[in-house]
Each structure stands twice: as C-alpha cells, then as structure tokens.
C-alpha cells in the first residue's frame, strides 16, 4: 500500500523554525518526486516546494525561497522541510505528495502543480503566531 505520512507541524512564533517530514512506502522511494503544498482556510492548495527523484533538483514557491529547504534521505525514504522565519502567512495545513511523473522536472510550474501528483499525505498543521 503505497502511503506518504507527514510530521512535524505545530504552533511556533513569528521568526521561529519548523522541519516538517515526509515519510513515504510501498513504493520505489528513488523513482518519485516528492512536493509539499500547503492549503489555508478558504485558500487554494498552493505548492511549496518540490525535490526531484535524484535530489538533484529542487523547486521553491517565491513566497518561501530563501526561508525554506528541501532535502531527501533516501535511506529513510524520507523528505523534509525545513522552514525558517515563519512568517503569519506561512500558516496552512501542509501536504506532502509524491509523482513519478516525468513532466515534474521540464518546469518549475509543473513542479508545484498539485494536480501533477498522485499520493497525498493527511496533511499536519502549522501555525505561526503573531
């Protein structure tokens, strides 16, 4: 049974840091992109960041670049996002999600394309405070 379970959310304070993981199994860990996206009350699902099956390419949304990090273990089968400098709009539910699709890495859109995927995460809350 293929399965992604994310951990790691929580409250924290404005400026404060979070790492959010992204365990995956039942599949091929090294043939799929993994992507977080986030959704906020009333908001559309909106893509966060993405690593590639080979981590060799990594994809950021502006509104988070140079405040978070992705990065795989593929030992642990495992994604994280690191997130720094949390900032009020920063809080959503986030979902990890994972795609063997080969148009994830022709285009950054494509990358942060809820729609491109194929297995969700549950999803695990973040909320940062002011």
């Known amino acids: 049974e293929v399965q992604v379970v994310e951990s790691g959310g929580g409250l924290v304070q404005v400026g404060g840091s979070l790492r959010l993981s992204c365990a995956a199994s039942?599949?091929?860990?090294?043939?799929?992109?993994i992507g977080w996206f986030r959704q906020a009350p009333g908001k559309e699902r909106e893509g966060v960041s993405c690593i590639s099956s080979s981590g060799g390419s990594t994809y950021y949304a502006d509104s988070v670049k140079g405040r978070f990090t992705i990065s795989s273990d593929n030992a642990k089968n495992t994604v994280y996002l690191q997130m720094n400098s949390l900032k009020p709009e920063d809080t959503a539910v986030y979902y990890c999600?994972?795609?063997?699709?080969?148009?994830?890495?022709?285009?950054?859109?494509?990358?942060?394309?809820?729609?491109?995927?194929?297995?969700w995460g549950q999803g695990t809350q973040v909320t940062v405070s002011s």
């Open positions: 999600a994972a795609t063997s699709g080969a148009r994830i890495t022709t285009a950054q859109a494509m990358a942060l394309n809820y729609v491109e995927y194929d297995y």
């Open positions: 039942g599949f091929t860990f090294d043939d799929y992109h």
